[in-house]
């Protein structure tokens, strides 16, 4: 299983980002898939899932109403639409997969096994 988180970069406060994790040697059929963040000095933080075939979605208080996370089965690639950026969502962005069938998943960390490369987000003016 790998995953490859892409899309990061500098945006206005205010602004959008969609951020990509592509993923291989799995499918999202069975696996769930979360967003992660990390900002300097702060603790690690989940901030979104997807559960298989996306027949469930979870967010962070600190991001409801302004990301969606959302899949492309074919391309086999997991999204987070990230809105309205703030200056506090500055962070490495990290995606996460975990083989569940259930149709559900969690934002904590210690469900998943495999993790892709963090992606840098800066919120600035």
């Known amino acids: 299983v790998q995953l490859q988180a892409s899309g990061g970069g500098l945006v206005q406060p205010g602004g959008s980002l969609r951020l990509s994790c592509a993923g291989s040697?799995?499918?999202?059929?069975?696996?769930?898939v979360a967003w992660f963040r990390q900002a300097p000095g702060k603790e690690h933080e989940g901030i979104s899932c997807?559960?298989?075939?996306?027949?469930?979605?979870v967010y962070a208080e600190s991001v409801k109403g302004r990301f969606i996370i959302s899949e492309d089965s074919a391309t086999n690639t997991v999204y987070l639409q990230a809105n309205s950026l703030k200056p506090e969502d500055t962070a490495v962005y990290y995606c996460a997969a975990e083989y569940n069938p259930y149709y559900a998943c969690s934002v904590s960390s210690t469900a998943y096994t495999y993790w892709g490369q963090g992606t840098l987000v800066t919120v600035s003016s």
């Open positions: 040697g799995f499918t999202f059929h069975d696996h769930a």
């Open positions: 997807i559960s298989s075939t996306a027949a469930r979605t």
